[in-house]
């Protein structure tokens, strides 16, 4: 692994700190390292499991997702980036005939749930004099990367595909990222990504090990939300994993602390436009099926068109683990749910309205009943769409 332009490398982490980077396939570890992304056989990498808080370890007066700073893998003199990420309302709603609970992830500084990973990962790389990154994203994860860079004061170049929305390209651009266009597709974007990496510190909210233990805060909130408990289900949308990673390992550390008696079912829609992971889950398999002849089509929900999300194993895993399962959502439901949603006030983009949308899959199912405590999550605002918005808006999706 390359090393990277920084201007002074410090010590990753003591010993007080137990934990290390694990390969959840090769079962390899290494230790704790922010700079190191992958393993040396080129797998994805986890953080080992943490210590869940306990209510009384919460920093009730931090109105943060750093209220949970003892859970998170960096040493206890590293600067949190913070922008106030976290602490998003929990909305409680009737759809279709369940009551449920909205988590509204856009009140995130930068619009979208990428802010709880970008938190933690730019804390930690920011912690190890790192002064330029790369990250590759359709949108909402290069923005937010982009927030978190300027907040730390470190250059960011993002790498989006060429038929990304304006708005996100925008914003990631105003926080004075240098944005780059790569021509093709979400899949193309993320190879030349790998490319560069080999020559500059790698931010990927898809790869690095950290962006996760951010993500994983959403388990912990939700617990608090509902007064330290867990719900029955938590039902969000997937395109690379890292609101499902980041639940399985939230929720698994509070239930091998005590802290909850089950873990809740993850129930996970992706486009039926673009379902590698539904493919894969519903056949079965553990490693990527063929896609359907012509292959997977452009979607309204950008956020999750990846063809070859890199966790998928691990994500398919965590989902049987709890017992969930997966849905996969025509575009016309998709549309229909964005209005749906519009007509109570919640703003949400189509990658969002996606897991509004697979709740009346479910409940069609029978996996969803009335009486359960259900959590939806609601990735991102519609704000960061135009472009989809206004052809659902119109009608004409």
């Known amino acids: 692994m390359a090393e990277s332009p920084l201007a002074e490398r410090h010590e990753p982490h003591g010993p007080h700190d137990p934990r290390e980077l694990r390969d959840p396939r090769s079962a ?75 988590k509204l992830e856009w009140f995130n500084p930068s619009g979208s749930f990428k802010d709880r990973g970008s938190s933690v990962m730019i804390s930690a790389l920011a912690a190890q004099g790192v002064r330029h990154v790369l990250e590759d994203s359709s949108g909402n994860g290069g923005s937010s990367v982009a927030a978190y860079c300027a907040a730390a004061g470190i250059d960011a170049t993002i790498l989006v595909p060429e038929h990304t929305s304006p708005a996100k390209t925008l914003q990631a651009t105003a926080y004075g990222a240098r944005v780059t266009e790569v021509p093709g597709d979400r899949d193309a974007t993320a190879a030349e990504a790998l490319r560069r990496a080999e020559h500059t510190v790698y931010a990927s909210h898809n790869w690095h090990p950290y962006f996760l233990e951010g993500t994983k805060t959403l388990a912990y909130e939700i617990w608090e939300d509902l007064g330290f408990r867990a719900p029955d289900a938590v039902v969000t949308v997937v ?28 129930l996970v829609a992706q486009p039926a436009n673009c379902a590698p992971l539904h493919a894969a889950f519903h056949a079965g398999a553990e490693a990527p099926v063929p896609a359907p002849p012509g292959g997977w089509r452009p979607t309204l929900a950008e956020g999750t068109a990846i063809k070859e999300p ?60 009335p009486g359960g405590t259900t959590v939806v999550i609601l990735t991102g605002s519609a704000l960061k769409a135009p472009t989809a918005m206004t052809t659902i808006v119109k009608g004409a999706a």
Do not use: H, K, N
């Open 310 to 369: 890199v966790r998928l194993p691990e994500v398919l895993a965590a989902v049987r683990r709890s017992g969930g399962t997966m849905a996969a959502i025509p575009e016309e439901d998709i549309a229909s749910a964005v209005r749906r949603l519009a007509a109570t006030g919640l703003y949400a983009e189509p990658t969002s309205a996606t897991a509004a949308a697979a709740v009346d899959v479910f409940a069609t199912r029978g996996e969803l009943r």
């Open 239 to 266: 395109g690379a994993g890292s609101t499902v990673l980041g639940c399985d390992l939230g929720f698994t550390e509070l239930l091998a602390a005590g802290r909850i008696a089950a873990l809740p079912r993850l």
């Open 28 to 102: 390899l570890r290494y230790p704790l390292d922010p700079l190191r992304w992958r393993g040396d056989d080129g797998t994805p990498l986890l953080v080992s499991l943490g210590q869940a808080p306990a209510p009384g370890d919460i920093a009730l007066a931090d109105r943060s997702l750093w209220r949970y700073r003892a859970a998170l893998p960096l040493p206890p003199e590293a600067p949190g980036i913070s922008l106030g990420e976290g602490c998003t309302p929990l909305l409680e709603r009737t759809w279709s005939g369940l009551d449920v609970g909205f």
